[in-house]
């Protein structure tokens, strides 16, 4: 490796970064970098030096939407689009069968063998948001039908124990750093108790806004942890397109339905408790008609601050320029992903991501994963396609992410946060050789 990194008692005091080609919002320009306490400054002459010879130094990228644990998780446990779901079967070392990823059920023989195992079998969909359950399992958490959503998958988790999670925190942690993500606004309280969420977040070597899952969140401690902080309140208003329960006002055409409308029925309080603690409310909500409700709703209690919502892959016109008072985290690959799909929905407006941009509506760019890849150049690659520039592309997936929780990150300038990267060729092309969060190196190759 071309440069070098020093510590000062376990703790970086300043440090100067030599000779990178550093990415200033249009282009690559060569200069030197100089940081102190975790922040960009302008000029310090002590601390370790870091020879940038050759490197391109970029913003670290920030996701404002993912799952940490879920993508440890994904990578722990079964992948359906890369195994076969008969030969995961066949292996009697595991206690409990985790495989993600499906998009249609098994056939009835396989159904049948998962159902005599006398241990859990738990197969999710790659949404998420529907998830099959043996029999042995559906007995034990005493449910009705072995097809289970939302809430329910919810039970299921806290099966696992928090040694696991443990292990997939750390697993998703280093996926996210491998490809440069410094930041990462996740939802983790998913089976994990709360004690040990507040212990992954205080000794978590990445920036993490937790979205704390909850519709009670007088319970709960909302503060900084570290470099992460617990500052978001996340709920469902509905669920996924794949697995037709996205909430649309016109109903799917190969089932009648029109998906399912999951606001906690607690939703006004939610929203009165975020308005007098300054929390921000995070809404998933595809549908178009559950972003219609969602935005009633938050009108209908005059709310103050700029709450976010998540997704919008469906919009009734009439809603898209309310859409001006709210952050909003998006996903530009979820388009072409979805195509597949989209014959079964009416909709009037459907990932109108680049109109949102040119609206100037105040939108960041996330994976979702791991419903989709961790990899930043996955959603950069998709943002090209539906007609982002590079440059706007990465604004909104490095500073604009920042800006949704008031946080100077995610931008190469003074008074930033010094997290960065460091490539040894294309950073739009290839992973980083150095990653350094807060002024600190974290991740070296």
């Known amino acids: 490796m071309p440069f070098l990194s020093i510590l000062h008692g376990g703790k970086r005091i300043s440090m100067i970064i030599k000779n990178g080609y550093v990415w200033n919002g249009l282009v690559f320009e060569k200069r030197d970098l100089y940081v102190e306490n975790g922040e960009f400054v302008k000029f310090t002459e002590s601390g370790p030096v870091v020879d940038a010879t050759g490197l391109f130094v970029m913003p670290g990228w920030v996701d404002s939407h993912a799952h940490v644990i879920g993508t440890g998780m994904k990578l722990l446990t079964h992948d359906l689009a890369k195994e076969n779901l008969l030969d995961i079967l066949k292996s009697d070392a595991e206690e409990i069968i985790i495989a993600r990823g499906w998009e249609e059920l098994p056939d009835n023989l396989l159904i049948n063998k998962m159902n005599e195992m006398a241990k859990p079998v738990i197969l999710i969909r790659k949404c998420g948001h529907v998830a099959w359950i043996n029999d042995y399992l559906k007995a034990k958490l005493n449910f009705q039908e072995n097809l289970i959503y939302e809430g329910q998958i919810e039970k299921v988790w806290s099966i696992l124990g928090d040694d696991f999670y443990e292990m997939a925190f750390e697993t998703g942690e280093n996926e996210f750093l491998r490809y440069g993500v410094t930041q990462v606004h996740s939802d983790d309280f998913h089976g994990l108790s709360f004690g040990k969420l507040k212990v992954l977040l205080s000794k978590s070597r990445i920036r993490i806004f937790e979205k704390l899952y909850t519709t009670e969140p007088w319970e709960y401690e909302f503060s900084e942890f570290g470099i992460s902080k617990i500052g978001g309140i996340k709920v469902f208003a509905d669920g996924s397109l794949g697995g037709k329960t996205a909430y649309m006002f016109q109903e799917y055409k190969d089932t009648g339905g029109y998906g399912v409308f999951t606001l906690p029925g607690n939703f006004d309080d939610i929203i009165k408790y975020a308005e007098n603690n300054n929390l921000q409310v995070c809404v998933h909500t595809i549908g178009d008609r559950a972003l219609h409700e969602v935005l009633e709703r938050f009108e209908r209690?005059?709310?103050?601050?700029?709450?976010?919502?998540?997704?919008?892959?469906?919009?009734?016109?009439?809603?898209?320029?309310?859409?001006?008072?709210?952050?909003?985290?998006?996903?530009?690959?979820f388009y072409f992903e979805d195509i597949p799909l989209l014959e079964n929905v009416s909709f009037e407006m459907g990932y109108p991501f680049l109109e949102m941009y040119r609206a100037g509506l105040d939108i960041a760019f996330s994976t979702d994963s791991p419903v989709s890849p961790a990899d930043p150049k996955y959603v950069m690659e998709a943002a090209l396609k539906m007609g982002f520039t590079r440059e706007d592309a990465i604004k909104l997936y490095t500073e604009n992410g920042s800006k949704i929780i008031g946080l100077k990150c995610g931008k190469i300038e003074i008074g930033y946060c010094a997290d960065f990267c460091l490539y040894d060729g294309d950073p739009f092309e290839r992973d980083p050789v150095g990653i350094f969060v807060n002024g600190q190196e974290v991740l070296r190759r």
């Open 301 to 333: 209690n005059g709310v103050r601050l700029k709450h976010r919502l998540i997704h919008l892959q469906f919009i009734k016109r009439q809603d898209f320029e309310r859409l001006k008072k709210y952050y909003l985290s998006i996903q530009p690959h």
